[in-house]
Every structure is written in C-alpha cells, then in structure tokens.
C-alpha cells in the first residue's frame, strides 16, 4: 500500500501553500496525499492596516486562540501529517496555533509530523512553542523545513512590510521581490523525495537527519541573539497591552500604536547597533552559539530554550 500522507496548512497569501505544492509535486504517484486548509471564522485582512497588523502581537505571542472552521478529518490512518505554518510576531500565526490548541489537534496524536515553516527570517521561538504544542497533544515531531528570505535582514523587513502593507510582493527598481526566493520554493521538489523514501522504507527515524543533510534548515548564529532580544520584550508588552482589552477593541489602541513606534525605532534605529552587538557575541561566545544553533535547527525539545 502507498504511504498516505495528510498535508494540514494555514497561509494568509498563498506563500506556503505554493512551498507545499512544490515539495509535493513529484509525490503524487508514491503517495497517497490528502490536504487540508486552517481557516479562522474571521479572515485576518490582507493587505493589512498598520492598527490591526500590530494589534495581533499579544495574541499571537500569548497564543490566544481565535476561532476556526471545522476541518473535515478522514478516518484513514496517515503515516504522516505535515503542518504547514508561519511566525506572527515570533510566535505560531494566530490561525495555527488556535488549531494546536483546539480539541481538534487531539487528530495528531500518535501521529508523526513533520513542520514545514514559511517565514521572513525569525521562526525559532515559534517552533519552541508548536513544539510545545505537539508533545501536549502526544504527536511525535519526525522532522522540520524551514524556508525563509535570503535577502539581508534589513531588506526583507523593507520588502515585508511593502508586501505586508501595500499587498506588492513583486520587485521594484531599488528593492527585491519581498519573501522567500522563487529559486528556494523550486528546489523544494529534492524534500519530497526523501520524505516519500523514508517513508516506503518505514525509515522516519532518520527523516530529519536527511533532510538538514539537504539544508533543509539553515540557521544564522546572529538570528539566534536577536530573535531572543526580541521575544523577551514582546513577552513584557503583550499582557500590558491585554490589561486593556481583547484584540479589536478601542480601549488597546494607545498601547497598541506605543508598542509600534518602539518595534519601529527598535528596528530602524537600533537595528545596526543591535546587529553589531550580535556579531560581537557570534565572535566571543562561538562554540556556546553553535550548541544553540545545533539545537534550533533539530527536532529535540528542551523547555525553555528560548
Ligand atoms: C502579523 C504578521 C507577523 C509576522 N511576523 C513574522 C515573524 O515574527 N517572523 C518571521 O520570520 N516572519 C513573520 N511574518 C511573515 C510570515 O511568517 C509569512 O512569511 C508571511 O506572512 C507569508 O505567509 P503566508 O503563507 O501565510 O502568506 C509575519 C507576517 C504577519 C502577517
């Protein structure tokens, strides 16, 4: 019998559900694949508002669920489930992880996941906290792709927020086209064969192992010190801005749009000095980042990590 594979995904523009179909796209003669969208009741708007883009930050780092559809399960027995997902704000996006924790997610038990990420570039705390999710649930995480955009971090935060704001991915004059490269969602095709391999040899074991061998995560040491500067202070205003109300409401807003000139002078104005920083703490403290980034880029879980 062919393995079955079930593809579970949430993507706001389309970005990872074309890095799936391309992972998938010689498979479908191997596998027998099912897929299926997260879909939140209340679509989150695209392109979006600056107001209610950084208004989702508390409830994203918070992980407070929202509502979604019901997704029609099957009762076949996959071999494997991939989640597809991004980071909002350092944290699974809203719609994945009301998934992760609704009394839906109890369909991954026993199951083996693989996580496919498609983010800007900052996507470990978010995979700390599904993660998390998985082992509450039971399902046994077998292996991680991770995709992300390759231009320097300042570029991608100017091309993002083009896309984010304007809904322009595609290149102008001076910047390049905003996401992960077109190059990169085409080579994904090489995951999918060493994913349906694995699995007609009942080989998951060493499904992550093959795919880091095909870059399948690559990680920047400096993105390490960065992403935790910057999950460590989300962590103190999500709950001050909450004190004020849920997302949407008026009474938040002063809090809210604080929150964003600083994320903005953070990023803008600091940035250089922060990666500065960074780069001095990758040159001192190397062998004690490379654990770290060792242990971003596998599968293994250790609380607290970030
Ligand atoms: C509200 C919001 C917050 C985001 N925060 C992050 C982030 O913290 N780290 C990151 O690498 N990308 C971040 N992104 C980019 C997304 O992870 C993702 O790459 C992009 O939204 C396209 O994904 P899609 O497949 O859902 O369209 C954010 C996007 C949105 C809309």
Redesign the pocket.
Known sequence: MKPSILILY????????SILDSIFSGQQTACDIDILEIKPRVK?PFP?KAAE?FD?MPE?VLQVSEEIEPIPFSEKKYDLIVLGY??????P?IPFSSFLKSDAAAFLQDKNILTVI??????LN?QEKTKEQLIAVNAKLVGNLVF?DRSPNLTSILT?IRW?FKGQKEATKRMPEA??QKQDIENAKRFGDTISQCLLQNNLKQLHEKLLAQDGVELNPALVILEKRGIKNFRKFAPWIREKGERGQEARKGRVTLFSRLLFVGVFILSPISSFTASLAVLFNRSKLMKEVDYFKNIAYREKAI
């Open positions: 949430y993507s706001q523009t389309g970005q990872l559900r989150f979006w883009f989702c994203s991004q980071p909002w704000f350092l944290s996006s498609g983010s800007r570039n900052m996507w978010a992300f993002i984010t996401g992960v």
